[in-house]
């Protein structure tokens, strides 16, 4: 057996695009031999050696034993193809497979597999088509099993959905068929290598400079924050970003679907929801999470993401001394992230009139930062909005700080600048306590950042 030695074979090997942009097939003869490899070092090594090898010496050993398997087959190999087969046989068993390369790219924000022979991913904000390609979906099925079973997870026909996480706390979504209809469907949303700070958001503009000495400063005074936006926006990520400047001395509970949030506090505690057994017990949600987390001596709560009936404890928990607690959730504008809320709340079959349970958001919620992603890729926070009170059956807000579209340029480029309103918040009294300082002209409305 020979593997096709010249650049245009090997392209066309691996199931890369042809000069036509066609999809072409996979060659099984590549194949074939990886798996037979593969599963020959499977029978030679010893798996609990393995494990307990630190990572760079695992690669080291795997790479000589293939080398030796290569030789002992007999296969005529140019030097290109064998460092490529044993590249791919190493991630294979210390990794993800195919999708090492792209894990291991910084540029790479988010890995959507659709099917074996299908793989995007997202850099500076566009999907691109990769090269990458699975041998089949019973391969493709091996690895979102490997990822899973990590995290103590199942998928199968009975369970063909399933949340879970990555161990540098990349986000993962997998479903299968039945209920896809071409194949095993895998969703990464990764987190960055080097955590990102409010530093990196000034610099890619997704804040100003005044407006980031402003989030530092909620925080800093123990403001109940909601982050809204829509999915991919970056809500989790300005979540990470914000918590950073609550202080080391605090005690903070998470409480998260499928973990993500990366606290460098010292005094961290992580709680993560429990799915149901084959037996349809044993299931753990964010609401029994919340309740428990309020034994737990919190001084802040975070919860990753308000998804259902939670919201009643959270916005209890919020207005019963846990100031400083933060949430995100689903929603297009700051209006709607409070209309979510009250439905979500009315998800728990608790007859509550619409009044009581808005006043229950109104005293429990200080601000609601909105985040959009734009057509261009880039993400902004386009509205901070403080939460005033009730007039009648309405919850009062008024805008501090936004993002006001202009246009688009000829390359696409969404063409803006940032403001202040005008308004002096109604908690500036609570930054001076907490001894909070903003720069002057925060609040200037004649100031404009592009």
């Known amino acids: 057996m020979s593997l096709r030695s010249n ?8 199931g890369a695009p042809d000069a036509d942009g066609r999809h072409v097939s996979v060659d099984a003869d590549y194949y074939k031999l990886k798996a037979k490899l593969h599963k020959d070092l499977l029978g030679r090594v010893d798996l609990k050696v393995l ?33 490529k087969i044993t590249l791919d046989i190493q991630n294979e068993v210390t990794g993800l497979g195919p999708l090492e390369p792209l894990l291991n790219d910084p540029t790479v924000s988010d890995i959507l597999v659709n099917g074996p022979k299908q793989v995007y991913v997202e850099r500076r904000g566009k999907l691109e088509l990769t090269d990458i390609v699975f041998s089949d979906t019973d391969h493709l099925m091996k690895i979102i099993d490997k990822i899973v079973s990590r995290v103590g997870r199942r998928v199968d026909e009975s369970s063909p959905m399933v949340d879970a996480r990555l161990p540098d706390g990349s986000r993962v979504n997998a ?34 400079p005044e407006l980031a000495a402003l989030l530092v400063g909620m925080v800093k005074a123990k403001l109940n924050i909601l982050i809204s936006g829509g999915t991919g926006t970056g809500k989790t990520t300005t979540l990470n970003v914000m918590s950073a400047a609550i202080p080391s001395s605090e005690r903070i509970v998470t ?46 709560i975070i919860v990753g993401e308000v998804r259902g009936v939670e919201v009643l404890d959270m916005l209890q928990a919020m207005n019963t001394g846990h100031e400083g607690s933060m949430a995100t959730v689903h929603a297009n504008t700051p209006r709607d992230a409070l209309t979510r809320l009250e439905n979500m709340a009315g998800m728990g079959g608790m007859n509550i009139p619409p009044k009581i349970m808005r006043q229950q958001i109104s005293s429990a919620i200080s601000v609601v930062i909105q985040i959009s992603r734009l057509t261009d890729g880039h993400r902004k926070v386009v509205s901070v909005q403080e939460i005033v009170g009730m007039e009648g059956d309405i919850i009062t807000m008024q805008e501090i700080y936004g993002f006001t579209q202009t246009g688009v340029a000829e390359d696409g480029t969404v063409q803006g600048y940032f403001s202040a309103t005008g308004v002096r918040p109604h908690f500036m009294q609570r930054l001076k306590a907490f001894g909070v300082t903003l720069p002057d002209g925060t609040f200037d409305q004649s100031r404009t950042y592009e």
Do not use: C, Y
Not at 184 to 201: E, G, K, M, Y
Not at 262 to 285: F, I, K, M, S, Y
């Open 255 to 300: 409480i998260e679907d499928a973990a993500e949030l990366r606290l460098q506090q010292p005094h961290v505690v992580r709680l993560e929801t429990r799915p149901a057994n084959l037996e349809g017990r044993g299931e753990v949600n964010q609401r029994a999470l919340v309740r428990n987390s309020l034994r737990m001596r919190p001084e802040r």
């Open 51 to 83: 494990n307990a090898m630190p990572a760079d010496q695992l690669r080291d050993e795997l790479g000589r034993l293939i080398e030796t398997m290569l030789v002992e087959s007999g296969v005529a190999l140019n030097a290109g193809d064998r460092k």
């Open 175 to 208: 479903i299968i068929p039945p209920l896809a209809l071409d194949g095993p469907t895998l969703s990464i949303r990764r987190f960055a290598v080097i955590p990102l700070t409010l530093d990196d958001l000034v610099r890619g503009k997704t804040v100003t």
């Open 7 to 14: 650049v245009t074979e090997i392209k066309l090997a691996t």
